[in-house]
Structures are given as C-alpha cells and as structure tokens.
C-alpha cells in the first residue's frame, strides 16, 4: 500500500501524543490551556489568568455572619517559547507517520519534553515544606511517608492526584529499599521488570532526570529583627557580613508553628518557610527575606491562616540545610500544586503550510517551508508557555 503524504495534523496529533508520554513531571500537574489567543495567537510576554477558590471560615449558631469574598486570580505569563527545527526532503514527505515520527517526532518531543520538565521543575524554590536529609539519597520508606504526613498536615486531599518525581538516584535506592515490603505478586512484577518505583503509600511514582540540584547560600543562622511582623517580607539579622540567602533555602522561626488550613488548629510542627528571591545581608548581618508562605495569623488574615502566632522579636531563625551546601530536590506534590499554561501561537502567512493542535491543556504549532535552492523542507515545532505555583503548600521537598 503505498504511503499517502503527511499532513499537519497528522504530524501535531502524532507529537502531542509522544510529548505527552514524555512529561514525567509536567504531565502530573495542572495545565491550563488558553483559548482567548486562538484566532490571533499569543505572543512572549502574553497572559493568562487562573482563578483560585475562595476559602471560608464558616459561623457557629442561627445568626447570620456573611464573610467577605476574596477572590483571588493568580496570572500566569507565557515567557518561554520553545522550538525544534529541522529539514526534511521531498522523498521523506512520502514516509507513514510511524516512520517518521521515529525519524524526527520522537528526538524533537523529547527535547522539548525535557526543557518543559526542566523549567518546571525550577518551581522548587516556591516550595516551603521539606523532608529528608540533605546530601543523603533517599534509602528508606519512611521518607516517602514524611512527605505525605506533611501534605496531610496542609490538608493536601488524598483523591488520587498525589504524585513524588525523584531523580535515578532516589528511585534507584527507594525500589531496593522497598523490595521486601509488598505482598502483591504484581506490584513486586512490575517493579522488578520496569526498574521504576512503583505507586505506593498514596502516590503515583515517577522518575525525572531534570531533578533539579539546589546550593544553599552563606548565610549563618540569625534572628527575627522586629516584632509583629507579617506578610511576605521578614527582617532578619545575624545572616553575618554579607551573607548570601539563595531562593529556595528554607528556614523555621522559634515559636512559630503550622496551623491546618481547614481547622486551623495548629500542628504542633514549626512552620518551614522558603525564601523566594535570592538575597544578601549588609555589612551588619541585616536582610530583608521575600517568603512564601505568608505570615498570616488569625488577628491579621483569618480566613487565609498559616501560622499559630507572629514571630517575636530576636526568634530564632534556623536555616533547614547548612550554609554552602549542594543537595537534590525531588519533589513530592498534588496535580493542582503547580500550573503548566500554554496557549496557540500566532499562524504565519506566506508558508508552506502551518498548523496548530491542542492536547490535554497543550498547545503545538508547526511550520514548514520549501526552500527550492535545496528542495528540502525547513520545519519548526513550537510550543509557548508559562509556569506558575498555584498551591505550592500542597507540595514538599524529598531532599537527597
């Protein structure tokens, strides 16, 4: 039977269909798709708005008590457009689609696989909640059911959408350290077969080579400068003589502890903070931290609460991992932890032919040319999108 030519739908359903089996971290998580830009296209630089749910606190007795709505839209900006390209001549236009998607679909979808998974999983450094030990390859179940205890404590709903994403290391050391503990003959078949962790203790499981490496800044353990402070800027000083705090590093405050974000009640356990934006001490040790989460206490935020009480003045601060030190994040998460958004790109005119797809919240483009001094086909496959922490408390750091 002879080969018909392709087409660009052919070759976008094809793509997304691979990209989509690629994404070991991107493909667990929240994607948002934009349908505002789908007549003209988005460009770099283009919005889109993802609405988060209101929380209430709720009132006791037959009176009435109507609380305020506070809505809250998170944006999220389109500032990665990333693409493939490559030629292909007349006589390969001919190929079936398997063959060429072996050719050139499956290396151009994992390239860009990667980099999606990659500059997602840079969203470490929103997430305050951490466990495991620094330096140290995750080796023991126990770690896997810290991480769901702390998720459990942000009131992280346990609906199947529960997912840990740790490097070759981690799920190298975790499925040895699991081997003797499932009853099930095919739980025990599949990992020994697929050499993969397999989903266990409320968790999908998966296995990312873009785990990303995090190095903590210089900073000495300080103090909190300043009583009653809230938001998302704390003053701190004894970080010592210009001291460097990176994004991501996470520290507790003496006294300040977690509260539920449903009951409310606290957790008995001190409230991890990370630092969002990199940042360094002047000459007297003094620093003013960009945080997440915020230091919300029941006087000043009800509704949105985090912690049991404000820090006082000269708490305490003790950074989670030693000054100077490099270690691995894997990341164990729910799906509306993080949000992956793409939207169409605009369709260029005077081509050879041009296309665009969308597939489970992710938007393709590809363009070909002729160019008849080579009788080849230039050919690019697009994809614009955005990465933003929606609820990144529903999400805790495995350190290794």
């Not at 940042?279 to 919300?296: E, H, R, V």
Request: aromatic content about 8%; glycine content about 8%.
């Amino acid at each position: 039977m002879a080969n018909t030519l392709l087409n660009t739908s052919k070759i976008l359903d094809k793509s997304l269909m691979i990209l989509e089996n690629n994404l070991a971290f991107s493909g667990r998580v929240n994607k948002e798709y934009s349908d505002e830009f789908a007549i003209k296209g988005a460009k770099i630089g283009s919005t889109v708005n993802v609405r988060k749910p209101v929380r209430f606190v709720g009132t006791t007795g037959p009176a009435l008590a109507v609380e305020n709505v506070v809505e809250t839209v998170v944006p999220v900006t389109l500032d990665t457009q990333f693409h493939v390209d490559f030629t292909f001549s007349s006589q390969e236009l001919t190929l079936n689609i398997d063959d060429f998607a072996d050719r050139y679909l499956k290396p151009a979808m994992a390239t860009i696989a990667n980099k999606i998974d990659f500059d997602g999983l840079g969203l470490y450094t929103s997430v305050a909640n951490q466990v495991g030990t620094a330096g140290t390859t995750p080796n023991d179940i126990a770690t896997l059911l810290a991480a769901g205890t702390r998720l459990d404590q942000e009131a992280t709903p346990r609906d199947g959408q529960r997912t840990v994403v740790w490097d070759p290391a981690a799920n190298g050391s975790m499925v040895k350290a699991a081997a003797g503990l499932f009853n099930a003959p095919r739980p025990i078949s599949d990992q020994y077969e697929s050499g993969i962790f397999v989903p266990a203790l409320g968790f999908d499981i998966g296995m990312d080579q873009n785990i990303r490496q995090a190095t903590t800044g210089t900073r000495t353990n300080g103090t909190v400068s300043g009583a009653g402070q809230t938001g998302t800027t704390l003053n701190v000083t004894g970080l010592g003589a210009g001291g460097t705090v990176a994004a991501g590093d996470t520290f507790t405050i003496a006294g300040v502890f977690a509260v539920n974000p449903q009951s409310r009640q606290s957790t008995r356990v001190l409230r991890q903070f990370t630092v969002t934006a990199a940042a360094t001490a002047d000459g007297s040790g003094n620093a003013a931290l960009t945080i997440f989460p915020s230091i919300n206490t029941a006087a000043s935020n009800q509704q949105y609460q985090t912690v049991s009480a404000g820090p006082a003045n000269a708490a305490v601060v003790t950074w989670d991992v030693a000054a100077s030190t490099q270690y691995t994040v894997n990341m164990a998460y729910h799906k509306n932890a993080f949000t992956l958004a793409t939207a169409d790109l605009q369709m260029p005119e005077g081509v050879d032919f041009a296309g665009r797809r969308n597939h489970k919240g992710i938007s393709m483009r590809i363009v070909r040319q002729y160019a008849i001094g080579t009788d080849t086909f230039p050919c690019r496959i697009d994809v614009l999108y955005g990465w933003r922490p929606i609820y990144q408390e529903l999400a805790c750091r495995i350190a290794g």
